[in-house]
């Protein structure tokens, strides 16, 4: 069943992220999601792959920062796209995500702590980290060495499509920065849906991963990830209804003392009348 979501989520992230036009100017937005539609004037755009982080191992989906209704979860390390991000009457932070419990990959929304989602090193972390090695500038590559190239979140980091994508079908990679890695290694930057850049081996584009890091990708990111205790509280929605915002002892002082008042005026008003 895991395998199943797990393929499924990395379906979703695909359709959803790296499908959409190459226009800085496309803003995703969940279709038809009610909560979404009444609240959009106090979200702000976010478009970030986030890595769920968790208390126990895991991160609760729910319907909306408002409600209780849970979704689904995601284990430690799922990741996934926060795309919105809107702060509930305690100034905590959640996100809108899109995710699919099927391999279908049809969609569906809910929200998540943001201090559950730990964002992913990738292109844009990776340029702000090493702008003074980039050279900019623009070019194309259009002979392969083979029938697929394979491209990259940053140079050292983790394949995209571990399958690589046609060489035909793309015909041949533009790219508009490069970078020379520790090994000598020469590499080029292109954009690949929304505005996000991703890497490919300028020196060969069609090095099969394996071959290029036999021991895996080394990676970058020197970040620690939160560790969470053992009792740490887990953050969950506020619900909008008086019996979860208001504490039932308030209530019944209230109550007690409307009655009180009211009992006192009765009094008031038939003394008056005597």
Known sequence: MKKYFSLAMLLLIATLYFALPARADVIWEPWGNEYFDNHKSEMTYLNNIVEANGPNGHVVVYLNPETNK??????NGTEFIARWTIKDIEDREWALVAFSRSDSGVPEYGWVPMDYAFSVYDSEEF????????????????????????????????????????????????YNMTFVDEDGRTWGAYIMGGSKDNWFLLDDPCMPPEELYPDGPPGRDTRVR?????????????DDSIESTVPIGVIIGI???????GAVLIVMVKKKRK
Not at 70 to 75: A, D, I, R, V, Y
Not at 226 to 237: C, G, M, Q, R
């Open 70 to 75: 849970t979704l689904t979860e995601f284990e």
């Open 226 to 238: 939160p560790v969470w205790a053992d009792d740490a509280k887990e953050i969950v929605p506020i």
């Open 127 to 174: 340029v702000e980290e090493y702008q003074d090695r980039i050279v900019w500038g623009g070019g194309n590559v259009f002979d392969f060495s083979g029938e697929y190239y394979y491209s990259y979140s940053y140079p050292g980091g983790k394949c995209l499509w571990e399958e690589g994508s046609s060489t035909e079908f793309v015909g041949h990679l533009h």
């Open 255 to 261: 109550v007690g003392v409307v009655l009180a008042t």
